[in-house]
């Protein structure tokens, strides 16, 4: 699965990881999870933004 911040390769033993209109969402670290949980939407709908972003 990818990341849907930063589009990086994740799976879901990783720790960082939020449930979201009931779908689980994982992540590659906490600034990721914490730049997705602040606006999931526009991630959702724009989708990742890369490692520069």
């Known amino acids: 699965m990818i990341d849907p911040v930063c589009g990086m390769e994740v799976d879901n033993t990783s720790k960082y990881k939020t449930l979201y209109k009931g779908k689980i969402y994982y992540f590659c ?9 602040k606006d999931p ?4 709908r724009e989708g990742p933004k890369g490692m520069n972003q």
Not at 41 to 44: A, C, H, Q
């Open 41 to 44: 939407e526009k991630y959702l």
């Open 29 to 37: 670290s906490d600034s990721c999870l914490n730049s997705f949980k």
